[in-house]
């Protein structure tokens, strides 16, 4: 029997944890551990709404926050260690918080630059006061914003600053923009629409170093040029949160690793930007950093949980991943699991007008669906990734649709 569940994290997975828990009628304890002070938010809006300053700051608090749920919230309090022996997360300043049940749902932190100094007017972006510090800095309208990293939020922030009219430099190491995800073909479709909209984006390229005293004053690139910027967005990637249960016994490798119900130890689940767990239908470990699967893991792992406390047979996890960016007027969703190497074929629209679907094949199946614009056809062919269907009927059932 579980008498009292604690979550650490009270973000997206962990928050969806505490509302099924308590919808699916727990009526223990809840205590919801995080580090932010914040009021629990979302974080989408962060490189979109929020920092082009068209949204207030109170419509991103997570639905989840705003509801009565009977938690016992320890937020700006950081968990620190975690014995799975005596069953409790030590939180800084030594408190120690014990459980039945845990939920692991500490996400990921955004990379710093290696090596480079901590100066002003370098930011990264995955806190709200993150978001904050830069739109303040956005509103002071500099001459220019230099980008690292061109994935989905550099893209997002370099969008939005040319919004607000702000020259930016976007960087990107790979030779097309979201080479990895998409393949060079549609990732020179996002290069057109950067390049478009005014954006300086620089492909192949690396970073030297920063340079500047205090503040920023310019970056300096593999190729010998220098780029003067009194803003700098670094966007590289994320590490997931797992130093504090180092140490633990649990299972961590780039994530914490569970099993296909999301336990990653008796008593203890995973969920979210941090989970690592076997996927049957791609047939290896993912770890997804998308918002949809951080909700989706949040409600499985805390059924997980009353799985055990209520001895029913627990439900495997392996959804088919979905995300979706915007930048200027333009809606990318993308369903699946793509990669440099697919055959990519567009079969809805042209990539001329950016109102278009491709689909990823692999191994004579499809497993991509991209789209721009074209929402309703997204979601209308995302049953060709639910089963396994041939590449050839995937690309005949797609194209009826156009
Ligand atoms: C700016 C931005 C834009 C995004 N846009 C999109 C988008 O358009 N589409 C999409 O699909 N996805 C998007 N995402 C991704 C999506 O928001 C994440 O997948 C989602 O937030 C993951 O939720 P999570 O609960 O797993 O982790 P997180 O949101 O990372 O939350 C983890 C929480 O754990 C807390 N924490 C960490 N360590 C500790 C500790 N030791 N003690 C206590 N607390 C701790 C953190 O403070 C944090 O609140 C975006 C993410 C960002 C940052």
Not at 96 to 113: E, Q, S
Not at 197 to 216: F, I, K, S, Y
């Amino acid at each position: 029997m579980i008498g009292s569940v604690v979550i650490v994290g009270a973000s997206l997975a962990g928050m969806n944890a505490a509302h099924t828990l308590r919808r699916d009628g727990f009526d223990g304890t809840i205590t919801v551990i995080d580090a932010d002070p914040n009021t629990p938010y979302d974080r989408p809006p962060l490189s979109k709404q929020v920092l082009a300053g068209v949204w207030d700051v109170d419509r991103i608090i997570l639905p989840a926050a705003r509801e009565d749920l009977g938690i016992d919230y320890r937020l700006g309090r950081r968990a620190m260690g975690l014995d799975r022996i005596d069953r409790f997360v030590r939180l800084d300043g030594g408190e120690r918080i014990g459980y039945d049940g845990l939920v692991i749902a500490t996400g990921a932190a955004a990379r710093w630059l290696p090596g480079a100094p901590m100066l002003e007017g370098v930011h990264v972006l995955r806190t709200l006061d993150d978001c904050l510090v830069l739109r303040e800095q956005l509103d002071e309208q500099p001459e220019r914003v230099v980008v690292i990293g061109a994935g989905f939020i550099g893209a997002e922030v370099a969008a939005v600053c040319r919004g607000r009219g702000i020259e930016v430099t976007l960087l990107e190491a790979a030779a097309a923009p979201l080479e990895r995800a998409l393949g060079s073909e549609m990732g020179m479709v996002m290069a057109g629409l950067h390049r478009d909209h005014g954006v300086d984006l620089r492909l192949g390229v690396g970073v030297d170093g920063l340079e500047g005293t205090d503040r920023v004053a310019a970056v300096r690139l593999s190729d010998g040029s220098r780029i003067e910027a009194s803003v700098v967005l670094v966007g590289i990637g994320v590490s997931p949160n797992t130093g504090w249960v180092e140490g633990s016994g649990l299972n961590v490798d780039n994530g914490i690793v569970t099993d296909e119900t999301l336990a990653a130890a008796p008593g203890v689940v995973a969920a979210g930007d941090i989970a690592r767990w076997p996927s049957a239908r791609y047939g290896e470990l993912l770890r997804v950093e998308h918002w949809e699967t951080a909700i989706q893991m949040g409600e499985a792992a805390a059924r997980r949980l009353l799985a055990d406390h209520d001895e029913t047979e627990p439900v495997t996890f392996d959804p088919v991943p979905w995300f979706w960016s915007d930048q200027y007027d333009v809606k990318i969703q993308l369903a699946g699991r793509s990669g440099a190497g697919d055959d990519v074929e567009v079969v809805i629209g042209t990539t001329d007008e950016r109102r278009f679907v491709a689909l990823y094949g692999r191994a004579g199946r499809v497993v991509g669906v991209l789209g721009m614009n074209r929402p309703r056809h997204v979601m209308q062919l995302r049953s060709l990734l639910t089963e396994p269907t041939e590449w050839a009927e995937g690309l005949a059932r797609a194209r009826k649709l156009a």
